[in-house]
Nanobody, 113 residues
Framework: QVRLVESGGGLVQPGGSLRLSCVAS????????MAWYRQAPGQGRELVAS???????IHLESVRGRFSISRVNSYNTLYLQMDNLQPDDTAVYYC???????WGQGTQVTVSA
């Protein structure tokens, strides 16, 4: 059974940084593409970044140069380094196996002065 546990969110001031983690279990992590999504209040869920099993990455244009997705297969862990955070980045962040339909509980990121 696929299980995804996100952590690392919190309250940060504009310009601050956070690193999100997602620990995966129940499947062969190293063999799958993984992604980070986010959902802001009153909005749909959007893809923030993805990483293939060969470490090829794609980032949403609005976060390019500020966020960086990475993975450590030996730890079954996905990361999202977020720098220069802005209020528009406020959302619940989720990780996801691609393909797959399992979501974790998410981790709240709030950017506010």
């Amino acid at each position: 059974q696929v299980r995804l546990v996100e952590s690392g969110g919190g309250l940060v001031q504009p310009g601050g940084s956070l690193r999100l983690s997602c620990v995966a279990s129940g499947f062969s992590f190293k063999d799958f593409m993984m992604a980070w999504y986010r959902q802001a209040p009153g909005q749909g869920r959007e893809l923030v970044a993805s990483i293939t099993n060969a470490d090829s990455t794609i980032h949403l244009e609005s976060v390019r140069g500020r966020f960086s997705i990475s993975r450590v297969n030996s730890y079954n862990t996905l990361y999202l380094q977020m720098d220069n955070l802005q209020p528009d980045d406020t959302a619940v962040y989720y990780c996801k196996k691609i393909p797959g339909d399992t979501w974790g509980q998410g981790t709240q990121v709030t950017v506010s002065a």
